[in-house]
């Protein structure tokens, strides 16, 4: 377990994500002043950016989750998303924000907003951590809310895994190249 701090390389502390988090909660304080938000967090990864941020909200808020994973579980997505655990509640005449850590393809969420949209909420609009700097295949989505735009390196860190490990790292770092081959992705 030591091992992991050493083969991880900080692209950002858990001081200056949580300052962007902060940064980001007051805007969509003001965005959504006097409203109710249902916060929709997008599991496993969302689940450390939507604590950080839920607690820092002071409208009325709900918080539901959905959990998802790409068919195959390949690194080429096929697009389709596979709801392994759905809302708990309808989001229907409901101001939604859908809290991602993590926007890559962006084939995930162009699924999820178009499962989203068909269920009728008042509003929807996503909040993500980090949003990779790269052509998107789903270049349509528009995000509102964006903590860090980084460049096409492979991230783990802050709710994101590899292989289901280094979620439980407060930062966001770089995997080392050989750890990261190592591993056999
Ligand atoms: C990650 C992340 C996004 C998605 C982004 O989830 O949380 O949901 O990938 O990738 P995309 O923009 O290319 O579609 P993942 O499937 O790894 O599941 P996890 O959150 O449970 O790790």
Known sequence: MEKQKDTVKVLFSEQEIEKRIEEIAEQINQDYKGKSLCCVSVLKGGIFVTCSLVKRLTMSVSLDFIAVSSYGKEKKSSGQVNILKDLDESIEGKDVLVIEDIIDTGRTLAE????????????????TLLEKKRPREASS?????????????????YGLDYGERYRNLPYIGIIEEEIHEGVGE
């Open 141 to 157: 989505i528009d995000i509102r809310y964006t903590g860090f735009v980084i460049p096409d390196h492979f991230v783990v860190g």
């Open 112 to 127: 999820l907003l178009r499962i989203f949209e068909s269920r009728n909420p008042s509003s929807l609009s996503i909040c």
